[in-house]
């Protein structure tokens, strides 16, 4: 599920007349709750609606969409910001930022498998 819908948020975030920095601001805003609604779905077993399997399903879709529009927006928005000669710089900074970012989602992830 969430390959699918992080392939359909790439395809988003190549729209480039579509969204602007503010935007990017948001949907990460955005994430934020969504990381909180897994949690939430892990510790808290009561509540009608987040306990179902359809809405994990929609959390990790749209968990999915906006990671692969933040990673293609983000791409594009960075190296924007810069002059001519430093846009490849700011391309490979925003690759590396990628990388070692989730290289550290990945292990501060591991604490929460107990949950």
């Known amino acids: 599920t ?3 819908f992080y392939i ?3 395809k988003i975030g190549q729209f480039r007349k579509i969204y602007t920095a503010n935007t990017t601001i948001v949907v990460v805003l955005f994430r934020f709750i969504l990381a909180g609604l897994f949690i ?3 510790v808290n077993h009561t509540l009608p609606v987040i306990k179902t399997p359809w809405f ?3 959390n990790i879709a749209l968990y999915g969409i906006t990671q692969g529009f933040l990673n ?3 791409f594009i ?3 924007e910001q810069v002059e001519g ?3 490849e710089v700011a ?3 925003s690759v590396f930022a990628i990388n070692f970012g989730s290289m550290i989602g990945g292990f501060l992830a591991l604490p929460l498998k107990n949950i």
């Open 2 to 4: 969430f390959s699918l």
């Open 8 to 10: 359909f948020g790439k």
């Open 40 to 42: 939430l779905q892990a």
């Open 56 to 58: 994990a399903y929609l």
């Open 72 to 74: 293609v927006s983000l």
């Open 77 to 79: 928005l960075g190296p």
């Open 85 to 87: 000669n430093k846009k």
């Open 91 to 93: 391309g490979f900074l």
